[in-house]
């Protein structure tokens, strides 16, 4: 069975905040301030998984941050967009399966914080 990478890209729905921010749902989450967006950011990390992280699958959040729903849907690990830190329930998710970018991390694209915790999660294994 593939383990999932799920990437969030918008807060967890509290009140307050519009359910659908944006035309795909990410406002301004998806592009955040003008320097990179969740499309380039998982383009880059699928394109690693798949060549040296075989039984890894990498998906873009279809849930709106709705923490039971991954859970469900079997997210192994999770990996939020700058600014959510304090705006993710995460109500029992494992957080050191959680990664939270920093914003250079996200506008350079760089996915070597998950590549270093898929490596830590199959040496478990």
């Not at 592009?31 to 990390?45: D, H, P, R, V, W």
Request: charged share 20%; hydrophobic share 40%.
């Amino acid at each position: 069975m593939m383990k999932c990478i799920y990437f969030i890209y918008m807060p967890s729905p509290i009140l307050g905040r519009f359910p659908l921010q944006g035309v795909n749902g990410a406002g301004i989450w998806g592009n955040l301030f003008g320097i990179g967006s969740e499309e380039k950011y998982i383009a880059t990390l699928k394109n690693y998984v798949a060549s040296h992280h075989a039984g890894w699958r990498v998906e873009r959040d279809n849930t709106e941050s709705d923490i039971e729903k991954l859970m469900a849907q079997g997210a192994e690990i999770l990996v939020c967009a700058p600014g959510l830190k304090l705006q993710f329930y995460t109500n029992g998710f494992n957080k050191k399966k959680i990664i939270h970018l920093s914003t250079m991390e996200y506008s350079s694209n760089d996915v070597n914080p998950v590549i270093k915790l898929i490596k830590e999660i199959d040496n478990e294994s």
